[in-house]
Structures are given as C-alpha cells and as structure tokens.
C-alpha cells in the first residue's frame, strides 16, 4: 500500500501525476513534434507532471541525446499554442529528455531501451512506470510491442502502458490481427487507443451537459429527437499527406473512429457511475446497436466524394488528384456522409446523419440535435413557419452549446423568428482548454482509459461501416464530384431529402 | 451634494432598461448581446482605494465569473453620501459577432451610511444564484455592515497579507471561521502554486514513504517577521507533515534582501539529509527551482494579480476544509 500524500487539497490542485517515464517511438517523426513534445512541455510548464519525469525517444536515426534535445526544442518553439517558451522551464524539462536510437526489428535496440530505462528509474526515481508510445507507421506497431513483450519490458516494478495512434486496422479482419498481437504483449486494460477526438474538452462537456443537468436527458431520445447531423468540416486540403489519405479515404480516416466515437457520446446511455469501464461500456454498447447495412442500402444511406480543382476566393485550389503524392486517378473519397440508426428503445428510427470531408468550405466541427416541430402550429395565418428547435453542441472552432428557438418579433402582430441562446465554452471559462493531447497524455499516466478506445468498440465501428467499404470497394466511383469549396457532392443532399431533411446551412 | 437614499425598485427598473437600450443598440448586426449571471459578487471597498483597479479585477473576473456585480465604495467621511448608478459591463471575444455582458451596480456611501449598506443591497441580489462579498477594504472588516453582507453571502472573501499585526488579523478570521463564516484568504490563496508543488513531490511513493522522518524545516521569510502568509505555509506544512507521523523541528530564517513579501525559501530534510532534501527556492524573476535530493526543475510563478487570485476562490464557493484547518493552526501557532 503506498503512502498517503498529505499534502494533496484536492479542491485546489490538479490532478496527481505519479513519476514515469514515457518512450515514444517514432520521436523523430511528424506526430511526435508537432503535438506530443509542445503537449508534454506544456504539462511541465503547468507543474503537472512529477519532478522526476523523464522521455525517452525512440527513432531509426542515429542521434546523440544533445541533437535530440536541440530538435526537440526546435519543434516546441515552432508548434507550441498559446503559450509562451520559457528557457529556464526548458532546461529543466531537457534534463529528463533521452534519446535511444534503433530500428524496432532489431532485438538489440529493446536491450540499449531496458539499460535505459533502468538508468533513469535509478538517477530519477520513476517507480518503474513506463508509458509505451507508439506514434509509428501502424506497419510497426505489432513488432515494437514484440519487441518489448520479448525484452522484458512490459512488465515491471511499476505499471507498463501502451498508447496506440489509429488507424487501428484498416478494415474489421486487420483490426482483430493488430488487437491478438498487442494483447499478446500488453493486457487490453493497460492498452490505451488514442482517438484525440474524444480529448476534447467540448467533447467531454457533450458528457457533463448530458448526465450533469435534469432537463435534456428526458428529451433525449426518439419521441423529441427527428434527427440528429454530425459535421466534421475541414476548409483545408490533404496539405501533404496525400500518400496517406489515399489509402485510408475518409470513411476510415474520420468517420470508423473520431465521428463514431462521438456519435457514441452523443447517444449511449449514462453509466451507473463515472468509472473507466462503466462510459466505455455504454459506449460499446451504442457502437454494437448501430445497424449494419445489408449490400443493397449502402447506396441509400452512404455517399463519397472526392473535390475537384475550383477557383476559391481568387486562387486556383487544385482538386485531390492533382495534390502531391496522389494517384492522379485515385479513387479515394475525400467526403464520406453516411446514415446511421441505433437499434434500441431509445433511439429506433431516428437518423444520424454523418459528413465529413476535404475542402469544404469552411473548418466547422458541430453535432446538431433536431427536436421534432410543435405538434399542432397555430401562427401559421401570419405567414410564420414552424421551426423546429435545434441544439447545436460546437465542437470546433467557437467550442460551446446553443439552443434554437422562436420567438415573437416586437411590435404588433404575431410574427416569429428565430433566436439562439448560447453558452460559449471559451468566453464563459477563461482559462486555457488543454490540448487533446494533453488531456490524454495526463490519462494515460493516471490510468484513466476513459476517453480511450477499447477493442470492442473498435471492432463494433468496423463492423458499422463495413458494408461501405465492401460496396465501394466494387464500384468505380465517377470522381471528381465536387467542386473544392463546395459542401460536398450534391447526392449528400439527396439522401436527406429522402427523408424529408436537408443538411444544415452551417 | 449627492442624494442619501436609494430606492433599490428603481436600481433593478434601470436594469431593465439597460438590458434593452443594449439589445437596441446591437440590433443592426442582428446578434443581440448575451447576458450572462453565475452569481452575485459584493465588493466593499474604500473610496480612497484605486477605483480603476477594481473595476480593472472585475471586467477580468466577468469573463470566469459572470456575475452581477454590486461595487459599495465607502468614503471615509462622516457626511451622509448614498448614491448608486447601473451600468453594463460588455466585451466582444475575439472574432465573434455578439457582446457579452454583465451588469454592475455602483453604490458611492461614506461612513455615516455604511448601515444602510445591507438593506439597499439585500434585494438587489441575483436570485437563486451563489453571493459572493470581496471585503476589499480592511478598515471596514470589524464593522457591523460587513458582518451583515458576510451573513447574505455564501463565503467572504478578505485578503490579509499587508496586516499590520498578522497574529491578531490571524485570530479574529479564525474566531469567525469558528463562528461559522465561510471564509477565503487571498494571502492563503497565493500560496497555492508553493503549496502543489510540495505536493506533487509527494506523489512519488518513495519520497513519502520519508516523511514520517522529516526532522526539520525551514522557511526563509522577508522582512522582520512572518506575514500572514509564510505562518499560513508554516502551519499548513507541519500540520501535513504531523499527519504523516514527522515531529520536525521549524526554523524561521529572515532574506534581508528579498524583493517582495512573499515565500522566499522552503527547504525540508531528514535526519540524515542524504535520504531526502528538498528545497523550494524563488530565483530571479518569476522562476522558482525546486531540488528533490539531486533532481532539479524550475516552475515559472508570475505574480498573481487579484484576479487570479480572485478567480480561484471565486471557483470554490463552499467551506474549504485545508484553508480552514490551516488558519486555526496559524492562528494559535
């Protein structure tokens, strides 16, 4: 049993960091400068990891500790947000920093990995905790946790956690053959799937509004709900990751992981309590009641697209096959919507509609929840329309809530318009929202898998957008179909009007 | 010569108004203002007392805090004054369309109005949301008027750290803790940043495995005695460390040439010092090093400004049982 702390004041503090170290593979790599350093120095510099922290990174390029320190000090000037560097917090921050350079093949590299490790538990009292980071190409996950689980590494004085970045597999099959591999290693409770989506602070809040207020749990379901939208808008184009994207597309990229996860958010069941395996359960359970598409509804329910060249505000935009890196004829989608309905009492027959992709014409990240419209409308001889209400929950770029309603216009008559209310996550606390990644870096040192994926939820957004791939993988697609700039192809709004929907204008 | 009577109906109908002539005013770019409220936030100041920085900690404070805020300044005077203005307090975040606001009521008294004080305030009060009094001025804490707000209010909020005689101010916050006032001490809040630190130390399992051998502790303090604050540490300190089972001897070290009036230098160590030595240390600027037997990190604590340390307290508006054990322990040290 270890010993109290006294010191704690649990009203005052942030949450306890015990001491660990964390190794992260690919530290060299894109992932590992841009969002995990500026993350991990950003902890530092708000005092919440322990004195005795340490990194190791782990890459193929030989390195001597001081060049991996001078890089990584490059890459949290050039990529930290909304801070300032401090040199003196620097120093103190590099002193834990340590470089092992090696091929994830190669036995020999794991061995130099355990000395090491076992050097910094001595000179800095890390209790033997190691947090494994895989930030690789995904082709090396199985054999840097071979390597590890061969060397003795994931078991240890103190616990032995490994984060895995997605894609978790590519399709259902390659998704269980990745999972035997890594729990041939690591047991699935010390497994952490990153899915920086759920990291979000207004992702998390989608949690707190729901089960943390009495008045919009009762409404929640398909008596009140018509329909619910999910956007996932980016303005921006591959920006050079054109190799990767037209592999994954944007079904496998958006949709089967971050849209899922927080369609699962948006609509699982509050859990008996707050506890890591009691959200994740529900949230598996809501994955595992999505119905799964028999061959012919896919084209019903789901539409791809890839953006063609346009001219957008007086700059020519070349279209995808046009980007570096890309096939010039790729099939690869760049805008997927799909329909979604969720096999329970609660939510039998409502849509959930999905979108997300490339080039659209602006970033917007937002879940809007359509109620059913007043039963019976009496303003109609007025020339009023019945508006439904909506509740938007704004995930990205002004993070908050809003509540659309009607109300009457001043003045005499009985006119109507609508108006909003809005709670505004920025401006009503002031504080800095950490990053994803630093929300989720802070969890998995604390052993709090909450916000992280677990296999069978993973398998169950599989299998839910499976009958997609399947279809699409045996149709030529007549790409491009739309313009860049554009909200997609026009078939998205087809397979609305079926319904009697249309996306919102956002 | 300003009026001696307020009618509060008339403060809460100007409200009203201001509320619309806003909307009217935002009207042509069709987003409305937003009026946000989480609590009331009483503050009693002195008129003498720089009016722009409060104003200046209360704008700030709306952004965390949406309040109403009632601001009673009190002229040391024995002239009757008692006046009071509504006025919004508005921002537009950054890139956004719509003004947020909040509003505050002005109230200009002076001593021989201070009793009135209470009444005038009690129904200008948001309803149903927490009250919160920042007993700004410390002449007018030992006064009936304060006790009155403090008994509407859910804590008070008070800051002794420039108490002449910090012993007695230390006293009477804990005789009225013990009589059941909630209280917040800005000179207590201050040490929260030193005070985690300390803490996060300890999360390390071998490092608190040592406490119950911690054998002395050192706290190095500006001027010629301990303020208010460094007795907060000191009390908080050993009561933490005689929960783990330690007994350490406390030496209290004056920094002749410490450049402001807080923490200078903590520095707790076992017996045999090898085991385990740590030292808290402010360096130049707004560094503090922290050295746990060899390992050494530096934190970045830039001076708190009312604000922040208003923001925290603002953030518990409940009894706060660490805070509360601490100023019975400072106060009988």
Known sequence: MPAANPFQDPLRFERRMPECAVVIFGATGDLNQRKLMPALYRLMYERRLAPGFAIVGVSRTPLPDAEFRARMRGAVQKHLENSPFDEGIWSSFCQGLFYVPGDVHDTELFHRLAAKLDEIDKARHTGGNVLFYLSTQPSQY???????????????????????????????????????????????????????????????NILAFRWGNGIFEPLWNRRYVNHVQITAAESIGVEGRGAYYQESGALRDMVQNHLLQVMATVAMEPSGVFEPNAVRDERAKLLRSIRILKPGEVAGNAVRGQYGPARIGGQEVPGFRQEPGVDPASTAETYAAATFFVENWRWAGVPFYIRTGKRLPKRVSEIAIQFNPAPHFVFGQNGNESMPNLLILRIQPEEGISLKFVSKQPGAGMKLRPVSMDFNYGTSFGERSPSAYETLLLDAIEGD????????????????????????????PDFPNYPAGAWGPARADEMLRGRGHHWRKI | MPAAVIEPEKLLRELAELWVNLGKEEDSGSMGVLRACSMTLLTLAGAAEDAAAVDETLALLMRDHPSRAIVARVRDSAEAELDAGVRAQCWKPFGQRRHICCEQIAIAASNATLDDLPAVILPLIAPDLPVILWARAPRLFDTPARRELSRMAWKTIVDSASAADPVRALEELARESEAGLTLGDLAWTRLTRWRQLIAQIFENPEYAGLLPSVARVSICHPGAA????????????????ESAGSRPEVEWRKAPDAADAGLVRIEFATADPSLLTVVIRKLEGAAVETQVNS??????????????LLREELAIPRRDPVYEAALKRAARA
Not at chain 1, 173 to 189: D, G, K, T, Y
């Open chain 1, 449 to 476: 898998a909450t916000l992280f994926a677990r296999q069978d939820m993973v398998e169950a957004s599989w299998a839910a957008v499976t009958p997609m791939l399947e279809a699409w993988g045996n149709e030529k």
């Open chain 2, 226 to 241: 301990p303020t208010v604050g460094v007795r907060y540490m000191a009390a908080w300190l050993l009561q933490s460390l």
């Open chain 2, 295 to 308: 390992i050494t990190t530096r934190a970045v604590f830039s001076a708190a400004s009312d604000y922040e």
């Open chain 1, 142 to 204: 199985a054999p840097a946790a071979k390597g590890l689980g061969a060397a003795g590494l994931s078991r240890g004085r103190g616990w032995r956690r490994l984060i895995v970045e997605k894609p978790f597999g590519h399709d259902l099959a390659s998704a269980r053959a990745l999972s035997n591999e890594l729990q041939q290693v690591f047991p699935e409770n010390e497994v952490y799937r990153i899915d920086h989506y759920l990291g979000k602070e207004t992702v998390q």
